[in-house]
């Protein structure tokens, strides 16, 4: 099967949707180009009129199984014929809890856990943020984010997210006690260094200015972060940075929190990022993946720490046995079709070839990535980010029936589902090669 474009999109259906769309809901989303759904099948999109898109986006890293996997739809109809509701802040039932255990087994440290669940990314780091303050019962009550992340958008989550100016422009004032340090972007070295040279200053600067200088270590609660920065420009830490955030933690007693929101669930060829860097976290915030499009987040602790009190947080939806259902599916599916090692092995072709690309194409700037979480940022002649020519090309190979966004200033996000086969690579990478020199002729 190839991508199959047989009215030039947009099309005249979906111009009439995203006419309606543009008058009836508020527009606070940025969208990349208009691609109107009709049906979505494994890595296959299909819009109102007709056309077929590879999908490189996964619904922005969300169907990590495919789309409408046929096990995970069973699971949802099998559950949806039992009961669809019942509420989990009161009353019990069994599907949130075999997902608990499932979550356990899958997430770094073979130490007993507990779990938090919740409908949404956004949700999740606000239950993390509470769990971690709650915790200490008000003696540490501020948080270290690192500015270039993006936790979500209700007003705890966005107090840590700092990677685009509007996500806060005319929001504020945001949850007081939240304290960035750069985010650890080699490629753009926030304090102009070199990696290995610099021995780390990212981490020693948290030390050395932030917590001798303005935040009191014994009041820090968490510090919170991304694995890999997934919005942020999909940017990888470089190799030892975990090691030395977590001694750092250890040092003042303060909780490592990730966010594997969108790099969690089998993203990086490994069920979370930050099993790449061999470091255990206090708490794990999922959300997107976890239940192949249903709403579902969670977060996962280590149980000394997990504990709020009665009362003090829970969520009328979170834990729906519906969503449950799903991610029970989900987490099988990616066990029985071994899609962490398929995310890894055409992961490090598509890395290649890209790589191969860079060679042709100087615009290429960097090629980073883990398993199918992979980021190849966009340069001007200068070494600039060249966001043009990367809505450019994303307009191109929408228009050639290749779904791919962006992410960062100017860095090409790609984040199909798991299932992806190289030869499937293959011919989005080819589409998107076309894409990069054609939108280079137009500019
Ligand atoms: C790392 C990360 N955290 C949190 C969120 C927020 O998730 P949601 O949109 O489900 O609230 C996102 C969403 O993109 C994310 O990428």
Known sequence: MKPNIVVPPP?????????????LLMQSFARWYPLVVKRAYGVWVEDVDGNVYLDFNSGIAVTNVGHAHPKVVQAIKEQAEKYLHYSLTDFLYEEPVKLAEKLSKITPGAFPKKVFYTNSGTESIEAAIKTARGHFRGTRPYIIAFAGSFHGRTYGSLSLTSSKPVQRRHLGPLLPGVYHAPYPYCYRCPFKQRYPECNMWCVDFIEEWMLKKYVPPEEVAA?????????????????????????????????LIVDEVQSGMGRTGKWFAIEHFGVTPDIIAVAKGIASGLPLGAIIGKAEVMDLPPGSHASTFGGNPVSCAAALATIQVIEEEKLLENATRVGEYAMKRLREMQTEIPAIGDVRGKGLMIGAELVTEKGEPHIKLLQLTLDTAFKKGLLVIGAGQSTIRIAPPL??????????LS???ESIKEAQRKL
Request: no cysteine; charged share 30%; hydrophobic share 35%.
């Open 431 to 433: 589409i998107l090669e």
């Open 223 to 255: 510090v919170v972060i991304e694995p890999i920065a997934g919005e942020g420009g999909y940017i990888v830490p470089p190799p030892e940075f975990f090691k030395r955030l977590r001694e750092l933690a250890d040092k003042y007693g303060f909780l």
């Open 419 to 428: 299932t992806i086969t190289q030869e499937q690579m293959e011919t989005g």
């Open 11 to 23: 099309g005249p259906k979906s111009m009439e949707i995203v006419k309606k769309d543009s008058e």
